[in-house]
């Protein structure tokens, strides 16, 4: 599980691998959460959204790793065009049923995260994912 997890939008994968040392910082657009491990709800969250197996989108190398990983330190994940575009077109009310179902998820694995804490998280990713579509960007995930 990770301490620290932000997610934040860059032109690329060079300028997102700029963030490995010490995240994004307050320049950049971002969202800063905790407590759950990011690598898996990304792929979690592309299978309840999108749909896709979760071994499947794992051996396909999602999410995709841009910087980071040898020291098993910090890491700068890239989230993949499709759950960013999921993302940025879900109405809220689907971002409701992925947080409920993403929620009983991770209570069945014995972590607790809260379906209001889940909504709030995919929503605010998702109005992330909505900025970065219009501004030419795509989205990343620091994890500490």
Same mark, same amino acid.
């Given at each position: 599980?990770s301490?620290?997890?932000? /997610? /934040? ?13 010490? *995240? ?8 800063? %959460?905790?407590? %759950?491990?990011?690598? =898996?709800?990304?792929v979690? #969250?592309? !299978?309840?959204?999108?749909? *896709?197996? %979760? +071994?499947?989108?794992?051996?396909? *190398? =999602?999410? !995709? ?25 879900? =109405? ?9 179902? #993403?929620?009983a998820?991770?209570? +069945? ?9 889940? =909504? ?20 990343? !995930? #620091?994890?500490?």
């Amino acid at each position: 599980m990770s301490t620290i997890v932000e /997610f /934040f939008m860059a032109p690329d994968d060079a300028s997102a691998a700029l963030a490995l040392r010490t *995240g994004p910082g307050r320049a950049e657009s971002s969202l800063s %959460f905790g407590n %759950f491990d990011a690598e =898996e709800a990304v792929v979690e #969250w592309e !299978c309840l959204l999108v749909g *896709g197996g %979760f +071994e499947e989108l794992v051996e396909a *190398g =999602e999410p !995709c790793v841009v910087a980071g990983r040898d020291d098993a330190g910090c890491v700068v994940l890239a989230v993949s065009p499709r759950l960013s575009a999921a993302l940025a077109d879900a =109405e809220r009310s689907r971002l409701r049923e992925v947080a409920v179902a #993403w929620a009983a998820r991770r209570a +069945e694995d014995g972590e607790v995260i809260g379906t209001e804490i889940a =909504e709030v998280i995919l929503g605010d990713l998702a109005a992330l994912a909505g900025d970065a579509r219009r501004q030419g960007q795509e989205v990343y !995930c #620091w994890v500490a």
